[in-house]
């Protein structure tokens, strides 16, 4: 079982950057694979970024590809999402997610591949 818990969120101007930050609890947090997804108001949940368990491979929707970055630190349970150059569009909020890695295919971009979810975080981008 693994329980995660996004922050970081808040409002920024466009053009500007935030980094999200997830902790995961749970001690096989180095055998997940993590990711992160987003919804705005009376949109889809859409995939964002995925990072393999042994943090060797990360995969980027195009959306966001060039601006977002996904990392992890598994000594301290956590994954990241540094945010770059950031549009009003990309006002949602945002979810950290995690499933087993091993023995699944990659890369994981849709939302059922994914056994945990957290709370989610706001990010507002005003223009």
């Known amino acids: 079982q693994v329980q995660l818990v996004e922050s970081g969120g808040g409002l920024v101007q466009a053009g500007g950057s935030l980094r999200l930050s997830c902790a995961a609890s749970?001690?096989?947090?180095?055998?997940?694979?993590l990711g992160w997804f987003r919804q705005a108001p009376g949109k889809e949940r859409e995939f964002l970024t995925a990072?393999?368990?042994?943090?060797?491979?990360?995969y980027y929707a195009g959306s966001v590809k060039g601006r977002f970055a996904i990392s992890r630190d598994n000594a301290k349970n956590t994954v990241y999402l540094q945010m770059g150059s950031l549009k009003p569009e990309d006002t949602a909020v945002y979810y950290c997610v995690g499933g087993l890695g091993f023995g699944r295919t990659w890369p994981r971009s849709s939302a059922d591949e994914y056994e945990y979810w957290g709370q989610g975080t706001q990010v507002t981008v005003s223009s």
């Open positions: 990072i393999r368990w042994s943090g060797e491979r990360t």
């Open positions: 749970g001690r096989t947090f180095s055998s997940y694979d």
